[in-house]
C-alpha cells in the first residue's frame, strides 16, 4: 500500500508556499514643513511600520537587504544614521528608485472609497455629476494624482478601495485596520438609526477568535479578556449599526486614555492580556436589563487582502475589470491610528497660515533572496538520488560479474561455445569435480544453450585412486521462462575429446580437502556468512533470512496493463485526498513504512560497517547472534541482534518525526522534521527502483505518456474545473478550509497540528534567510516515475557489460600472453608520459560513462528537464507539472538514441541482452550451492576411498 502511495499521491508537482499573515513590506514615514515667510523646506523622518500585501495588486518597490534591519530611508546624509539610503554608495540602489510620495486621506464625499462600488461614482467619467465632488471641473484632476490615499477598513472590498484609488490617480492606497469595520447591517436597505441601543436582529456583530477573544479559548500568550461595558456611553447613529467616532475612543488604549473596557476588566496587567489595547462589543448583554454589554479582546493582526472575485458590489463583471497595478498596503489598527492622527495634525497644522505641513510616505517591500539555494540543493537531492537509486537497480549485474570472475579464476566455471572441441574457445576446459560448464552457441551473439553442471571427484589429497560418484546426483534447476533453462545434469558425462587439465583446473586441484569441507569457503567475495543452520541443509530455502532486514526481495516487473492501471488508482488516490483531507492518516503511514525503509538502507549498513570495523570480535559475532531463537514461537525464525537494533532504531526515529509533525501546525520550521522526511524519501526511491522494474520501452512509453496527461491536468487544467489545483492542494497540505492567522492565535487548537505541513511523499528544503517562511519541494512521484525509465537504461547497459565481458572469458587464455605484454607496455607508456596521460584516460572514462550507453545521457536529460522545471517555477511565480517537462527530455532522450544507434526495436520489446544477462545472474546465484554439495559429496567419496583402502 505505501508504495502505491508513494507513487501516486506525490506524483510530480514543484510548489512553493508561504506564510499568509506576515508584514511583507515596510513604510517609512517622513514630515514635511513649509515655511511660507522663508521659503524653505524642513524634512524629517519619524519612524517606520510595517505593512502586508494583497494577492490582486502591484507590489511597491523592493528594498534592499539591509533595510531588513534599519529603516531605507531613516537618518541623514551627514552620518547620524550610517544605515540609511542616503549614506550608501550602492549603484543598485539609489535614491531615485524610492521616492517620496504624499499620503492623503479619501475625499469628504467618499470617507471609506466605496461610492464606486455601491454605484453612487464613477471616477472613470470625471466630468459626472457623481464626481464632480472630487475632481476640478477646469482641469479634471483629481488632487490625488502621484498620492498614496489612507483608507479604513470596511463598507466594501479590498479590491474596490484600490480601484476607486487608482481611478483617482493615486500611485498606491494604504487599507488602516478599524474597529468600525468589523460591524455592519445584515440588511442595510432598512433605515434603522438608534441613539444609544443597537438593533440586534439587523446587526452583524464581530466573530469571536476571528475578530476577538474573551480569554477562555486558549489563545497563545493567555491572550483575551472579558470586561463588562455601560451600553449608555456608547452611540448608534448615525452610522448603523456602530457609530465609529464616537466609540473607538471609548474601546481604545490603556484605562487612562478612558479606555472602558480597560476600566472594567478584572485582570492584572490589561496590557498583558491585551496587546492591542483595544476592544469590540461581542453583541451580548452582559445583564438581563441590557444596561451592560460585553467587550473583550480584539485581535489586531496582520493580513493578506485577497481577491473580492467579481463582489465588489458594481456591475461590471470580473473579467472586465481593468487589472489593479498599484501597490495595496495593509497595516494594523495601532499602527493605522497613529498614521491617521498625523496626518490630521498636520493638516490643522497647515491651517495657521505661517507652514505647510503635510506627510511623505517611502513604501518597500522587505528583501527576500531572488533565488533560493535550497531550490538549487533540492534540485541536486533529486539528481543524486535517482543516480545512485537507478544504479544501485544493476548492482545484481555487477555482483554476478564478481561471482562469476571468481570461479572462473579458481577453475569452477568455463565458458566455451556450441563447438565441443574445448580448443575451439581458447581455453581448455577445467576438469575437476566441482566444475560447471556454461555453454555460449554463438559468440559474437551471445545465444545461450542448456549448459551442464558437472562434478566429479579427481582424486584424493595425496594423488589416490578416484572414486566413482553415485548417479542419485541431486540437480540444480535454475527458474527462468525461457526454453532454455539451466538445468544441473543428474549423470556425470564423459569426458569430451580435447579435454585437458589447464592452469584454472590446477588452481583447483591445489584446493585442499579440508577447504572442501567448508563450505562458506564456496561463498562468492560479497556474500555475507549464512547461519550454519542454512550451510547445512542447502535445498531450504532461505527461511532464515526473510525474516532478516537484508532479505533478498522479488523484482515486480510493469507491463503495459500495469502502466495503465496505476494511473488509473493514481487518479482515484489523488481524488480521495483532495476530498477528504485524510493527510494525517497518510503521515502516519508514510512515517511506519518509512522506518522500514531507513532500517534496511541506512541502519542495517551502518550497523553491519560498525560493527566490523570499530567494535571487537566478540561483540560484532554476539551481534550477529541469534535473538530470540530459545522464545516460544520463534524457532525456526532467524531474529538478528543487529536487526532488531536496526529496527528500533527505525521505529524510534520515524515515530519521533511523527509527532513533531502532529505538534506545530507548520512542522517544516522544524529541522528534524524535514532533514527526516527527505532520509525517508530517499530510501524510499533507493527501495522502489531497486523493486519494481521497467524492461521495455514500450511499457515505458505508455507510462510517461499517461502520466504526461496526468500531471499536465491536475495541475495546470484542474483548477478550471474545481476551482483550485488538485495537485497543489493535496501535496501543499491543504489547510481544510482554516486561515493561517487562526492557527497563529491558537497553535493548540486541534485543527490546527500538522494543518499547514505538506504531503510527506516529497523531498523538502526550507527557503533559507527569507521572512516568508516557504519551501522548495519535489515529489517523489517526479524522481521514481521518470527513475523507471533510467533504471532500465541503467541495468540495460549493466546487462551489456556483463555479456560483453563473458564474451570475453573463452579468449582469456589463448590471448592471455600477449594482453599482458600490451598491458605492460600501456603502463610503461603511461608512466612516461606522467600525469597528463592520467588525466586523458580518467577524462576518457568520464566521458564514456556520460555519453555512451544510455544511463548517462538520460541522467543529463532529467537533469536539463528538472533544472527547466525549476526555472518555470522562478519565472511564473507558480507551481508547475515537472513530468511536463521531465518526461519529453528522458523519454525523448531515450527514443532518439534507440533510433540513432537502430537500436529501439529492441528496446520496444525488451532488449536480448538484457534477458541472457538474467540468465548469467541467476547461473551466478546458484554457483555457491552448487559447489557446497560439489564439497559434500567430494567429502563423501574421499571418506569411502579411505575406507576401502
Given at each position: 500500500m505505501t508504495r502505491n502511495l508513494v507513487l501516486a499521491a506525490a506524483s510530480a508537482l514543484l510548489v512553493q508556499w508561504a506564510h499568509a499573515s506576515k508584514p511583507t513590506s515596510y513604510i517609512d514615514i517622513h514630515l514635511i514643513t513649509s515655511f511660507s515667510t522663508t521659503g524653505s523646506l524642513e524634512t524629517g523622518y519619524l519612524f517606520r511600520i510595517p505593512a502586508s500585501e494583497s494577492n490582486f495588486a502591484g507590489s511597491p518597490p523592493k528594498g534592499p537587504k539591509w533595510a531588513t534591519h534599519s529603516a531605507l530611508t531613516g537618518g541623514t546624509s551627514s552620518g547620524k544614521d550610517p544605515d540609511n539610503l542616503a549614506s550608501k554608495t550602492s549603484n543598485r540602489v539609489k535614491v531615485d528608485d524610492h521616492p517620496q510620495r504624499r499620503l492623503k486621506l479619501p475625499p469628504d464625499s467618499d470617507e471609506f472609497l466605496c461610492n464606486e462600488s455601491k454605484g453612487a461614482a464613477d471616477y472613470t467619467n470625471p466630468a459626472g455629476n457623481a464626481a464632480?465632488?472630487?475632481?476640478?471641473?477646469?482641469?479634471?484632476?483629481?488632487?490625488?494624482?502621484?498620492?498614496?490615499?489612507?483608507?479604513?477598513?470596511?463598507?466594501?472590498?479590498?479590491?474596490?478601495?484600490?480601484?476607486?484609488?487608482?481611478?483617482?490617480?493615486?500611485?498606491?492606497?494604504?487599507?488602516?485596520?478599524?474597529?468600525?469595520?468589523?460591524?455592519?447591517?445584515?440588511?442595510?436597505?432598512?433605515?434603522?438609526?438608534?441613539?444609544?441601543?443597537?438593533h440586534w436582529s439587523n446587526t452583524k456583530w464581530p466573530v469571536e477568535q476571528r475578530d476577538y477573544d474573551c480569554g477562555d479559548n486558549g489563545a497563545s500568550n493567555k491572550f483575551g479578556l472579558r470586561a463588562e461595558v455601560d451600553a449608555s456611553q456608547f452611540a448608534f447613529a448615525p452610522n448603523a449599526p456602530y457609530y465609529g467616532a464616537v466609540n473607538d475612543p471609548l474601546l481604545t488604549g490603556p484605562a487612562v486614555d478612558g479606555n472602558l473596557c480597560a476600566q472594567a476588566a478584572n485582570v492584572d496587567s490589561f496590557e498583558g492580556r491585551c496587546p492591542s489595547e483595544r476592544c469590540l462589543l461581542t453583541g451580548r448583554n452582559a445583564t438581563d436589563d441590557g444596561t451592560m454589554l460585553e467587550a473583550c479582546c480584539a485581535w489586531d493582526l496582520f493580513l493578506r487582502m485577497s481577491t473580492d472575485g467579481d463582489d465588489d458590489g458594481d456591475a461590471v463583471p470580473q473579467e472586465e475589470e481593468e487589472d489593479i497595478t498599484i501597490p495595496a498596503l495593509f497595516v494594523t489598527m495601532e499602527n493605522g491610528?497613529?498614521?491617521?492622527?498625523?496626518?490630521?495634525?498636520?493638516?490643522?497644522?497647515?491651517?495657521?497660515?505661517?507652514?505647510?505641513?503635510?506627510?511623505?510616505?517611502?513604501?518597500?517591500?522587505?528583501?527576500?533572496?531572488?533565488?533560493?539555494?535550497?531550490?538549487?540543493?533540492?534540485?541536486?537531492?533529486?539528481?543524486?538520488?535517482?543516480?545512485?537509486?537507478?544504479?544501485?537497480?544493476?548492482v545484481e549485474y555487477r555482483s554476478s560479474w564478481k561471482k562469476i570472475s571468481k570461479a572462473v579464476n579458481d577453475g569452477v566455471l568455463v565458458f566455451q561455445t556450441g563447438n565441443t572441441d574445448a580448443n575451439a574457445t581458447g581455453r581448455e576446459r577445467a576438469n575437476t569435480e566441482d566444475t560447471v560448464d556454461l555453454a555460449d552457441e554463438t559468440l559474437g551473439e551471445l545465444e545461450l544453450v542448456t549448459p551442464e553442471v558437472e562434478m566429479t571427484n579427481q582424486a584424493s589429497e595425496n594423488g589416490g585412486t578416484s572414486a566413482a560418484i553415485p548417479s542419485e546426483r541431486p540437480s540444480f534447476?535454475?527458474?527462468?521462462?525461457?526454453?532454455?533453462?539451466?538445468?544441473?545434469?543428474?549423470?556425470?558425462?564423459?569426458?569430451?575429446?580435447?579435454?585437458?587439465t589447464s592452469n584454472g583446473a590446477e588452481d583447483s586441484d591445489s584446493m585442499t580437502n579440508e577447504s572442501l569441507t567448508n563450505d562458506s569457503s564456496f561463498e562468492p567475495v560479497d556474500e555475507e556468512q549464512q547461519p550454519p543452520s542454512e550451510a547445512a541443509s542447502p535445498s531450504t530455502p532461505r527461511q532464515q533470512r526473510s525474516q532478516s532486514s537484508t532479505a533478498e526481495t522479488q523484482n515486480m516487473e510493469l507491463n503495459a496493463f500495469h502502466a495503465v492501471m496505476f494511473v488509473v488508482a493514481a487518479s482515484c488516490f489523488l481524488f480521495i485526498l483532495f476530498f477528504f483531507k485524510q493527510k494525517n492518516v497518510i503521515r502516519v503511514f508514510y512515517g511506519l513504512a518509512g522506518s522500514v525503509a531507513m532500517n534496511q538502507v541506512v541502519f542495517y549498513p551502518l550497523y553491519v560497517l560498525l560493527c566490523s570495523r570499530f567494535l571487537p570480535d566478540r561483540i560484532s559475532s554476539k551481534a550477529q547472534a541469534n535473538a530470540f531463537g530459545n522464545l516460544p514461537g520463534c524457532r525456526g525464525h532467524y531474529f538478528k541482534w543487529i536487526d532488531v537494533v536496526s529496527s528500533a532504531t527505525g521505529y524510534a526515529v520515524a515515530l519521533a518525526w511523527i509527532v513533531v509533525g502532529f505538534s506545530t501546525a507548520q512542522p517544516m520550521t522544524n529541522a528534524y522534521y524535514w532533514v527526516i522526511q527527505d532520509v525517508i524519501g530517499v530510501c524510499f526511491c533507493v527501495l522502489i527502483l531497486g523493486v519494481i522494474h521497467i524492461n521495455m520501452i514500450m511499457v515505458a512509453t505508455i507510462l510517461l505518456s499517461f502520466l504526461f496527461i496526468y500531471d499536465v491536468f491536475y495541475v495546470l487544467i484542474s483548477p478550471m474545473i474545481f476551482g483550485s489545483s488538485v495537485m497543489l492542494d493535496v501535496a501543499s497540505g491543504g489547510a481544510n478550509g482554516i486561515d493561517p492567522t487562526f492557527c497563529e492565535k491558537y497553535p493548540s487548537d486541534s485543527r490546527c497540528p500538522g494543518t499547514f505541513a505538506p504531503l510527506p511523499m516529497l523531498l523538502a528544503i526550507p527557503w533559507f534567510n527569507d521572512f516568508r517562511g516557504g519551501f522548495s519541494m519535489i515529489g517523489l512521484g517526479d524522481i521514481i516515475l521518470p527513475g523507471l525509465l533510467i533504471s532500465f537504461a541503467a541495468r540495460f547497459d549493466a546487462a551489456r557489460g556483463l555479456m560483453k565481458k563473458c564474451s570475453r572469458i573463452s579468449s582469456i587464455r589463448s590471448g592471455e600472453n600477449a594482453a599482458d605484454d600490451e598491458t605492460d607496455a600501456a603502463g610503461e607508456s603511461s608512466s612516461s608520459t606522467g600525469g597528463s596521460s592520467r588525466n586523458h584516460y580518467h577524462l576518457g572514462r568520464v566521458k564514456a560513462s556520460l555519453f555512451h550507453g544510455y544511463f548517462g545521457p538520460l541522467m543529463i536529460a532529467y537533469g536539463i528537464g528538472l533544472l527547466v522545471a525549476y526555472i518555470a517555477v522562478w519565472a511564473t511565480n507558480r507551481g508547475q507539472p515537472a513530468l511536463l517537462y521531465l518526461v519529453p527530455a528522458c523519454l525523448g532522450t531515450t527514443l532518439f538514441l534507440g533510433w540513432r544507434r537502430r537500436e529501439l526495436s529492441d528496446l520496444w520489446v525488451g532488449p536480448k541482452a538484457m534477458r541472457k544477462a538474467n540468465k548469467m545472474v541467476a547461473m551466478a546465484g546458484r554457483i555457491p550451492e552448487a559447489r557446497a554439495v560439489a564439497a559434500r559429496e567430494a567429502n563423501n567419496n574421499v571418506a569411502e576411498t579411505s575406507s576401502v583402502v
Amino acid at each position: 500500500m505505501t508504495r502505491n502511495l508513494v507513487l501516486a499521491a506525490a506524483s510530480a508537482l514543484l510548489v512553493q508556499w508561504a506564510h499568509a499573515s506576515k508584514p511583507t513590506s515596510y513604510i517609512d514615514i517622513h514630515l514635511i514643513t513649509s515655511f511660507s515667510t522663508t521659503g524653505s523646506l524642513e524634512t524629517g523622518y519619524l519612524f517606520r511600520i510595517p505593512a502586508s500585501e494583497s494577492n490582486f495588486a502591484g507590489s511597491p518597490p523592493k528594498g534592499p537587504k539591509w533595510a531588513t534591519h534599519s529603516a531605507l530611508t531613516g537618518g541623514t546624509s551627514s552620518g547620524k544614521d550610517p544605515d540609511n539610503l542616503a549614506s550608501k554608495t550602492s549603484n543598485r540602489v539609489k535614491v531615485d528608485d524610492h521616492p517620496q510620495r504624499r499620503l492623503k486621506l479619501p475625499p469628504d464625499s467618499d470617507e471609506f472609497l466605496c461610492n464606486e462600488s455601491k454605484g453612487a461614482a464613477d471616477y472613470t467619467n470625471p466630468a459626472g455629476n457623481a464626481a464632480s465632488a472630487v475632481f476640478d471641473s477646469d482641469t479634471l484632476l483629481s488632487g490625488y494624482e502621484g498620492t498614496y490615499v489612507l483608507v479604513p477598513r470596511g463598507h466594501c472590498t479590498f479590491e474596490a478601495k484600490a480601484r476607486s484609488a487608482q481611478r483617482l490617480g493615486a500611485l498606491g492606497v494604504i487599507v488602516r485596520n478599524t474597529l468600525d469595520s468589523k460591524y455592519r447591517l445584515l440588511n442595510e436597505t432598512e433605515d434603522d438609526r438608534f441613539d444609544t441601543t443597537p438593533h440586534w436582529s439587523n446587526t452583524k456583530w464581530p466573530v469571536e477568535q476571528r475578530d476577538y477573544d474573551c480569554g477562555d479559548n486558549g489563545a497563545s500568550n493567555k491572550f483575551g479578556l472579558r470586561a463588562e461595558v455601560d451600553a449608555s456611553q456608547f452611540a448608534f447613529a448615525p452610522n448603523a449599526p456602530y457609530y465609529g467616532a464616537v466609540n473607538d475612543p471609548l474601546l481604545t488604549g490603556p484605562a487612562v486614555d478612558g479606555n472602558l473596557c480597560a476600566q472594567a476588566a478584572n485582570v492584572d496587567s490589561f496590557e498583558g492580556r491585551c496587546p492591542s489595547e483595544r476592544c469590540l462589543l461581542t453583541g451580548r448583554n452582559a445583564t438581563d436589563d441590557g444596561t451592560m454589554l460585553e467587550a473583550c479582546c480584539a485581535w489586531d493582526l496582520f493580513l493578506r487582502m485577497s481577491t473580492d472575485g467579481d463582489d465588489d458590489g458594481d456591475a461590471v463583471p470580473q473579467e472586465e475589470e481593468e487589472d489593479i497595478t498599484i501597490p495595496a498596503l495593509f497595516v494594523t489598527m495601532e499602527n493605522g491610528e497613529e498614521l491617521y492622527d498625523l496626518v490630521v495634525d498636520a493638516g490643522r497644522n497647515s491651517e495657521r497660515g505661517d507652514s505647510v505641513q503635510f506627510v511623505n510616505v517611502v513604501p518597500y517591500q522587505r528583501w527576500y533572496p531572488s533565488v533560493h539555494y535550497s531550490s538549487i540543493v533540492v534540485w541536486l537531492l533529486a539528481v543524486v538520488t535517482l543516480g545512485v537509486s537507478a544504479y544501485a537497480s544493476a548492482v545484481e549485474y555487477r555482483s554476478s560479474w564478481k561471482k562469476i570472475s571468481k570461479a572462473v579464476n579458481d577453475g569452477v566455471l568455463v565458458f566455451q561455445t556450441g563447438n565441443t572441441d574445448a580448443n575451439a574457445t581458447g581455453r581448455e576446459r577445467a576438469n575437476t569435480e566441482d566444475t560447471v560448464d556454461l555453454a555460449d552457441e554463438t559468440l559474437g551473439e551471445l545465444e545461450l544453450v542448456t549448459p551442464e553442471v558437472e562434478m566429479t571427484n579427481q582424486a584424493s589429497e595425496n594423488g589416490g585412486t578416484s572414486a566413482a560418484i553415485p548417479s542419485e546426483r541431486p540437480s540444480f534447476t535454475i527458474d527462468d521462462a525461457e526454453a532454455d533453462d539451466f538445468v544441473g545434469n543428474p549423470n556425470p558425462t564423459s569426458p569430451k575429446p580435447g579435454d585437458g587439465t589447464s592452469n584454472g583446473a590446477e588452481d583447483s586441484d591445489s584446493m585442499t580437502n579440508e577447504s572442501l569441507t567448508n563450505d562458506s569457503s564456496f561463498e562468492p567475495v560479497d556474500e555475507e556468512q549464512q547461519p550454519p543452520s542454512e550451510a547445512a541443509s542447502p535445498s531450504t530455502p532461505r527461511q532464515q533470512r526473510s525474516q532478516s532486514s537484508t532479505a533478498e526481495t522479488q523484482n515486480m516487473e510493469l507491463n503495459a496493463f500495469h502502466a495503465v492501471m496505476f494511473v488509473v488508482a493514481a487518479s482515484c488516490f489523488l481524488f480521495i485526498l483532495f476530498f477528504f483531507k485524510q493527510k494525517n492518516v497518510i503521515r502516519v503511514f508514510y512515517g511506519l513504512a518509512g522506518s522500514v525503509a531507513m532500517n534496511q538502507v541506512v541502519f542495517y549498513p551502518l550497523y553491519v560497517l560498525l560493527c566490523s570495523r570499530f567494535l571487537p570480535d566478540r561483540i560484532s559475532s554476539k551481534a550477529q547472534a541469534n535473538a530470540f531463537g530459545n522464545l516460544p514461537g520463534c524457532r525456526g525464525h532467524y531474529f538478528k541482534w543487529i536487526d532488531v537494533v536496526s529496527s528500533a532504531t527505525g521505529y524510534a526515529v520515524a515515530l519521533a518525526w511523527i509527532v513533531v509533525g502532529f505538534s506545530t501546525a507548520q512542522p517544516m520550521t522544524n529541522a528534524y522534521y524535514w532533514v527526516i522526511q527527505d532520509v525517508i524519501g530517499v530510501c524510499f526511491c533507493v527501495l522502489i527502483l531497486g523493486v519494481i522494474h521497467i524492461n521495455m520501452i514500450m511499457v515505458a512509453t505508455i507510462l510517461l505518456s499517461f502520466l504526461f496527461i496526468y500531471d499536465v491536468f491536475y495541475v495546470l487544467i484542474s483548477p478550471m474545473i474545481f476551482g483550485s489545483s488538485v495537485m497543489l492542494d493535496v501535496a501543499s497540505g491543504g489547510a481544510n478550509g482554516i486561515d493561517p492567522t487562526f492557527c497563529e492565535k491558537y497553535p493548540s487548537d486541534s485543527r490546527c497540528p500538522g494543518t499547514f505541513a505538506p504531503l510527506p511523499m516529497l523531498l523538502a528544503i526550507p527557503w533559507f534567510n527569507d521572512f516568508r517562511g516557504g519551501f522548495s519541494m519535489i515529489g517523489l512521484g517526479d524522481i521514481i516515475l521518470p527513475g523507471l525509465l533510467i533504471s532500465f537504461a541503467a541495468r540495460f547497459d549493466a546487462a551489456r557489460g556483463l555479456m560483453k565481458k563473458c564474451s570475453r572469458i573463452s579468449s582469456i587464455r589463448s590471448g592471455e600472453n600477449a594482453a599482458d605484454d600490451e598491458t605492460d607496455a600501456a603502463g610503461e607508456s603511461s608512466s612516461s608520459t606522467g600525469g597528463s596521460s592520467r588525466n586523458h584516460y580518467h577524462l576518457g572514462r568520464v566521458k564514456a560513462s556520460l555519453f555512451h550507453g544510455y544511463f548517462g545521457p538520460l541522467m543529463i536529460a532529467y537533469g536539463i528537464g528538472l533544472l527547466v522545471a525549476y526555472i518555470a517555477v522562478w519565472a511564473t511565480n507558480r507551481g508547475q507539472p515537472a513530468l511536463l517537462y521531465l518526461v519529453p527530455a528522458c523519454l525523448g532522450t531515450t527514443l532518439f538514441l534507440g533510433w540513432r544507434r537502430r537500436e529501439l526495436s529492441d528496446l520496444w520489446v525488451g532488449p536480448k541482452a538484457m534477458r541472457k544477462a538474467n540468465k548469467m545472474v541467476a547461473m551466478a546465484g546458484r554457483i555457491p550451492e552448487a559447489r557446497a554439495v560439489a564439497a559434500r559429496e567430494a567429502n563423501n567419496n574421499v571418506a569411502e576411498t579411505s575406507s576401502v583402502v
